[in-house]
C-alpha cells in the first residue's frame, strides 16, 4: 500500500533524487550542497512548525516517489495570530502508475493544522488540483510584469539564455541601445525603450543592506489586514538566502524616501550585467506604488539592466498601467483556506503574499550547487 507521511531528516537524500529526476530530468547523483540545502529549508530553518511539515509519498516497497514542500509563515488577519503554510515543490515520478499520487499529497497537504495555505508557483496541472480541492486562483498575484529598458540587448538576452553563442552579439546590441535611448526625451513613455535621461523625481533612492531592508518591511507593509508576522530570525534567513542566486546576478536591495528621510518604499532585485533584472519584492506606501516603481525602473536602468521583471500584487497592479509594463502568466499564485473570511481578504487584495511572503526567495530558484 502507497503510505503519506512526513518528511523525516533520512528522507532528504531520497528527496533531492526526486528533485534531478522530475525537475532537472537528470539521472545523476544530487549534488552534496543540494542535499545540505533542502535539509536546512525544509527542517532546520528559522520558523518552521515541527506540526506543518512536507510530506513524501512512498511504494508499498518503501520508495519515495512523491513529495510536496511546505514552509511555515506566521501571519496575522486584523491581529489575529494565524499560521499559514507555504507550498512549494510538488513532484511525482511514475504518475502514469500512479496518476492520483499528486492529488492525495496536496489533499493531504491542505487538511493540516495550518489556517491558511498558499502557493505563488502552481503550474496549470497544480492549479486545476487546487481548485478541485476548494483552493482559489488570484488573478492579480500571478502575473509576472516585464519593462523593456535596452530592446536590443533585451531581446539578445532572451536568446542567449537558450542560445548561449547569441552573447558574441552584446557589444552590437549595447551600441545600437546607447543610441535608441539617447534619442528619447526625458519622462518619454516607449515601449520599446526608457530614455536616457532620468526624471529626476522629488524622491531619494539609497542602497541599503538585508538588515535595513527587514526594518522596513514592517512600516511598509501594515496597511494590509494579512500580513506576515516573522518568528525570530526569520526574515534576516530568509533575505540571507534570497541574495544567493548567481542564476540571477548580484543582490541590490535600495529603500526610497521623501527629501525630509521619511520612507516610502523600498525594493529588492538581481541583476547581471546586461541583463533582465530580476525583482523580488517591492514595498510601498499607500499611493506610492508608481513613483516607488519608477524609481526601480531607473534604478536598475542607471545599472545597466536591459529590462525589468517582477510578480505582480494589487497594490502594484494599478500604478503599472500607463507605464508601458507588459505582463505574462507563467505560474498561479493560489490560496486555500477553511475560513472563507480569510480567502476573501484576498480576493480584495487585502493579504501580503509572493515574494518573501512566498517561494521565490528560496535558492531553489535562481541558486547553484556547485559539486565539490
Known amino acids: 500500500m502507497s503510505d503519506i507521511r512526513s518528511l523525516a531528516a533520512e528522507d532528504i537524500p531520497a528527496v533531492a533524487r526526486l528533485f534531478q529526476k522530475v525537475f532537472r530530468n537528470s539521472a545523476e547523483e544530487p549534488p552534496p550542497a543540494f542535499i545540505e540545502y533542502l535539509r536546512q529549508l525544509y527542517i532546520d530553518a528559522p520558523g518552521n512548525d515541527p506540526e506543518i511539515r512536507p510530506l513524501v509519498y512512498s511504494n508499498d516497497d518503501g520508495r519515495i516517489s512523491g513529495f510536496v514542500g511546505a514552509n511555515t509563515l506566521a501571519m496575522t488577519y ?8 507555504i507550498c512549494g515543490s510538488l513532484m511525482v515520478d511514475g ?8 492529488a492525495r499529497l ?14 505563488e508557483t502552481a503550474s496549470e496541472v497544480s492549479t486545476q488540483m487546487w481548485t478541485k480541492l476548494r483552493g482559489v486562483v488570484l488573478p492579480q498575484y500571478s502575473l509576472d ?11 539578445v538576452d ?9 552573447r558574441a552579439l552584446r557589444p552590437l546590441a549595447h551600441a545600437f541601445d546607447r543610441r535608441h535611448r539617447g534619442k528619447l526625451r526625458r519622462g518619454e513613455l516607449r515601449w520599446s525603450g526608457v530614455p536616457e535621461a532620468a526624471t529626476q523625481g522629488r524622491l531619494q533612492v539609497t542602497d541599503i543592506d538585508r538588515h535595513g531592508f527587514a526594518e522596513l518591511f514592517a512600516p511598509l507593509t501594515r ?11 526569520q526574515l534576516d534567513h530568509i533575505l540571507e538566502d534570497a541574495e544567493k542566486k548567481p542564476e540571477f546576478g548580484e543582490p541590490v536591495l535600495a529603500a526610497v524616501r521623501t527629501r525630509s528621510g521619511a520612507p516610502v518604499g523600498a525594493f529588492f532585485y538581481h541583476l547581471q550585467p546586461g541583463g533582465t533584472a530580476r525583482v523580488l519584492q517591492v514595498l510601498a506606501q499607500p499611493g506610492q506604488a508608481g513613483p516607488i516603481l519608477d524609481c526601480l525602473i531607473e534604478h536598475a536602468a542607471a545599472r545597466g539592466a536591459a529590462a525589468v521583471r517582477g510578480r505582480t500584487q494589487p497594490a502594484l497592479l494599478e500604478a503599472m498601467m500607463g507605464r508601458r509594463i507588459g505582463f505574462v502568466h507563467a505560474a498561479s499564485t493560489v490560496v486555500h483556506s477553511r475560513e472563507e473570511e480569510l480567502v476573501d481578504a484576498f480576493r480584495h487584495a487585502r493579504g501580503f503574499i509572493n515574494g518573501l511572503a512566498g517561494e521565490h526567495w528560496s535558492r531553489l530558484i535562481g541558486g547553484t550547487f556547485n559539486r565539490i
Request: cysteine-free; overall charge positive.
Open 106 to 119: 496536496l489533499k493531504a497537504f491542505l487538511a493540516g493544522p495550518q489556517d491558511l495555505s498558499f502557493s
Open 145 to 155: 510584469w516585464i519593462r523593456v529598458i535596452r530592446p536590443a540587448s533585451f531581446g
Open 78 to 85: 486584523r491581529g489575529r495570530a494565524l499560521r499559514a503554510a
Open 158 to 166: 532572451l536568446v542567449a539564455s537558450r542560445f548561449g553563442p547569441a
Open 95 to 102: 504518475r502514469e502508475s500512479d496518476p492520483m499520487a499528486g
Open 223 to 233: 496597511q494590509f489586514a494579512v500580513q506576515p508576522a516573522w518568528t525570530e530570525g
